[in-house]
């Protein structure tokens, strides 16, 4: 029996893999659903449902494109046509969309700017630095201070990919991101939109496909202890009750580095926070975006991302600590003149909103961070790690959470002994 403890996308991840092993698979989760840092509700101020935060996937994600194959989701995003992301300069007014593959090379060709308006070759140049950066290297010692390329791309980019100002985000984390997207082409490029909600999406049908192969999903269940003999973990500690792990037992422990410290003694995973403000508005008159996508960057104001759904309109802020210790109706305010003044009057008053604070929504991506990072195998015979801060040189993310799960199912299959060839081989399969 393969015990996973928390259903955020790692522990979804690895129980689909571990499932698709010939594994059986149980799930503790401390919520009262599915889902961790990517979920779905219904918010009663809007009467909507809506996400706890607006999540972008890219066609580079291939770990997350595999689990949604694997359950029958894929349908579940829209991919946007072309594949481009438009940004809007609240305070030149300029716009421009960036894209990869040969339409960046005409638009450079013709003077337009490399990627961005006013981007140069030099400036692209700096790529090789991103590329060479050393360990302990940040975002703008490599691509910065300056230039059209690093305001208008470089620092959007670090922000919302690493949720850490490129002044402290590692170097070393923003490549991998730079090389599977922009460098890669066009379709590795396109952004994702979860049509009905990230639960739609990612989490409802894991959940559903789990259950129908048997594997066991108990939420409301918080583990708060775990009792070591030796090298191997020998039971978890659930509410009071004691559940012993037999011999062939494995368990994955995939939750928030906070929790892992709490539950295993010594373990040093990495705790430090950014926040991610989401401000959900549910519009009066129907809108669209600059474009006529659902998707805006922008720059110039304190709105970064605007994601319009339907008739609810999200902005996003990240590396957002200072913005979340603001009251929600001062944050409200500032995200609504940023709306109109990219989209222009949409009703005299600020309509119905709801504020979301994720306080820790994800690891500061620093060079530290980078360093202090965990593989999924630990000192314990039977315990595994998973989770977007383990170490899967990806930034903490929808794709590094469910790699990192993915990973965590290939560890434990391995160790199992008797048909380990054949279980490896069903989750390698598509892993190409
Ligand atoms: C607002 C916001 C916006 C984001 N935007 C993006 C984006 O655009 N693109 C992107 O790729 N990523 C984005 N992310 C990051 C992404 O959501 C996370 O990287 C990913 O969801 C992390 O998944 P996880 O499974 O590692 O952790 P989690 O989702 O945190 O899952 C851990 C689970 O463990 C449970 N748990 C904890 N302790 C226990 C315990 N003792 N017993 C039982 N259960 C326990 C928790 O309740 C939780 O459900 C965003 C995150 C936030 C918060």
């Given amino acids: 029996m393969l015990h996973i403890v928390g259903a955020g996308l790692a522990g979804l991840a690895c129980a689909v893999d571990a499932v698709v092993a010939g594994l059986p698979v149980r799930l503790y989760e401390a919520a009262p659903q599915a889902g961790g840092r990517c979920r779905s509700f ?15 996937i890219l066609g580079a994600n291939r770990a997350a494109f595999r689990y949604l194959d694997r359950i029958g989701a894929r349908d579940r995003l829209t991919g946007i046509e072309p594949s481009s992301v438009p940004f809007l300069d609240l305070a030149s007014g300029e716009s421009w969309r960036v894209s990869a593959g040969w339409s960046t090379l005409g638009r450079a060709l013709s003077g337009r700017g490399v990627l961005v308006p006013g981007g140069t070759w030099s400036e692209f140049a700096r790529l090789w630095r991103l590329f060479r950066a050393p360990e302990n290297a940040i975002v703008v010692d490599a691509l910065g201070p300056e230039g059209a390329l690093y305001w208008k791309l470089w620092i959007p980019l670090s922000v919302a990919a690493l949720n850490t100002a490129p002044d402290e985000a590692a170097a070393s984390l923003l490549w991998p991101v730079v090389a599977r997207t922009l460098l890669a082409g066009s379709d590795a490029c396109r952004p994702y939109i979860a049509r009905e909600g990230l639960g739609a999406a990612l989490i409802d049908p894991a959940v559903d496909w789990l259950a129908k192969r048997g594997a066991n999903l108990a939420t409301g269940m918080r583990v708060n202890a775990l009792n070591f003999d030796g090298k191997r973990l020998a039971a978890l ?62 720059l110039g104001g304190e709105a970064e991302w605007l994601f319009l759904r339907g008739d609810v309109l999200s902005v996003t802020v990240s590396a957002a600590d200072a913005i979340a210790a603001k009251p929600a109706e001062e944050i409200a305010a500032l995200m609504w003149r940023d709306v109109t003044r990219a989209i222009g009057q949409l009703g005299a008053l600020l309509p119905p909103v709801r504020v979301i604070k994720e306080k820790r929504a994800t690891p500061a991506q620093t060079p530290e961070f980078a360093r202090s990072r965990l593989p999924a195998k630990t000192r314990w015979q039977n315990l595994f790690l998973a989770g977007d801060w383990t170490a899967t040189g990806l930034p903490a993310t929808i794709e590094g959470a469910i790699a990192s799960g993915q990973e965590a199912a290939l560890q434990v299959v391995s160790t199992q002994g008797a048909g380990v060839t054949s279980g490896r081989d069903a989750i390698r399969k598509d892993q190409a």
Avoid: M, W, Y
């Avoid at 037999?246 to 906070?258: E, S």
């Avoid at 991610?276 to 960057?297: D, K, M, Q, Y």
């Fill in 42 to 56: 219904h918010d009663s101020t809007l009467d909507r449902v809506i996400d706890n935060g607006n999540h972008l």
């Fill in 237 to 298: 500690g659930c509410d009071g009750q004691q559940i012993a792990l037999a011999a062939g037992d494995a368990v994955v422990l995939a939750v928030p580095p906070a929790n892992a410290n709490a539950l295993v003694p010594g373990l040093g995973a990495p705790e430090e926070t950014r926040a991610i403000v989401n401000t959900h508005f549910r519009l009066e008159r129907p809108a669209a975006l600059p474009f006529g996508a659902p998707l805006l960057g922008l």
